[in-house]
C-alpha cells in the first residue's frame, strides 16, 4: 500500500519568514496530493490539493508543488501569520475511486512573533 | 447545510464494552470514510464507503465494524472495546468524481 513520509515534524519560524514541509510518497499510481490544517481540538481543513498533471499550484500565501518522477511534494507558506501555526499534514491517494487517503504524520507549525 | 455531523462528541467506555459512532452528510456525497487520529501517527483510514450498499477495509480495521446505514448514514461499532482503541475519530464524506474529502468535527473516544 502507499506510504507517505512527512519532514520536519516540526518547524518554527519567526513571522514573516517563509515555511517549506516535505513529503515523500511511495505509490506511483497515487495522482491526488491535498494538505490539510488542524488547529488544536478542531478537523482538519483542506487548503490546497494538487493532481499528478499539475506541478505547481498556488493560492495567494500557499502553494503546492509536485515532482512526479522524485515522488514527492511540498507546501509553501510566505509571509507567515500568527493564525498560520497549526499542524500541517500531506496526503495521497490514488484517483479514479474512491479510496480513502493516507496521511503524513504531520508538522506542527510555530509561528513566533 | 451542517455537512458532517457526529455523535457523540465524547465517550468514556470500559474495556469490553460497545458502542457506535455516528455519522451523517447533507451534501448528498457517495463515499464516506472512518479515520482513526492518534498522537504523532496522523490520520489513518480504518473503513470506507464509496457508496450506498458498499463497504472496504482501509488500513486499519481489526476490531471495528461498519454500516453504509443509506447515503446520508455511515457508522462505526466497536463490539468490543479495548484501550488501544483509545483516539479520535473522524468520519469524512466526498462527491463521486470530486476528490476532496470533508471532515466532520470529530468524536474523542476514551477507553479505560
Known amino acids: 500500500g502507499e506510504n507517505v513520509e512527512q519532514h520536519p515534524s516540526t518547524l518554527s519560524v519567526q513571522e514573516g519568514d517563509s515555511a517549506v514541509i516535505k513529503c515523500t510518497y511511495s505509490?506511483?499510481?497515487?495522482?491526488?496530493f491535498p494538505w490539510y490544517k488542524q488547529e488544536l481540538g478542531k478537523r482538519p481543513q483542506l487548503i490546497i490539493d494538487?493532481?499528478?498533471?499539475?506541478g505547481e499550484k498556488k493560492d495567494q500565501r500557499i502553494a503546492v508543488t509536485l515532482n512526479k518522477t522524485a515522488k514527492h511534494f511540498s507546501l509553501h507558506i510566505t509571509e507567515t501569520q500568527p493564525e498560520d501555526s497549526a499542524v500541517y499534514f500531506c496526503?495521497?491517494?490514488?484517483?479514479?475511486?474512491?479510496?480513502?487517503?493516507?496521511f503524513g504524520k504531520g508538522t506542527h507549525l510555530i509561528i513566533q512573533p | 447545510n451542517a455537512g458532517v455531523t457526529q455523535t457523540p462528541k465524547f465517550q468514556v467506555l470500559k474495556t469490553g464494552q460497545s458502542m457506535t459512532l455516528q455519522c451523517a452528510q447533507d451534501?448528498?456525497?457517495?463515499?464516506m470514510y472512518w479515520y482513526r487520529q492518534d498522537p504523532g501517527m496522523g490520520l489513518r483510514l480504518i473503513y470506507y464507503?464509496?457508496?450506498?450498499?458498499?463497504?472496504d477495509k482501509g488500513e486499519v480495521p481489526n476490531g471495528y465494524n461498519v454500516s453504509r446505514l443509506n447515503k446520508r448514514e455511515f457508522s462505526l461499532r466497536l463490539e468490543s472495546a479495548a484501550p488501544s482503541q483509545t483516539s479520535v475519530y473522524f468520519c469524512a464524506s466526498s462527491s463521486t468524481g470530486q476528490e476532496t474529502q470533508y471532515f466532520g468535527p470529530g468524536t474523542r473516544l476514551l477507553v479505560l
Open positions: 464507503s464509496a457508496s450506498e450498499g458498499t463497504t
Open positions: 494538487i493532481r499528478s498533471n499539475v
Open positions: 451534501m448528498n456525497h457517495n463515499s
Open positions: 496526503a495521497a491517494r490514488r484517483g479514479g475511486g474512491a479510496d480513502g487517503l493516507t
Open positions: 505509490d506511483s499510481a497515487s495522482n491526488y
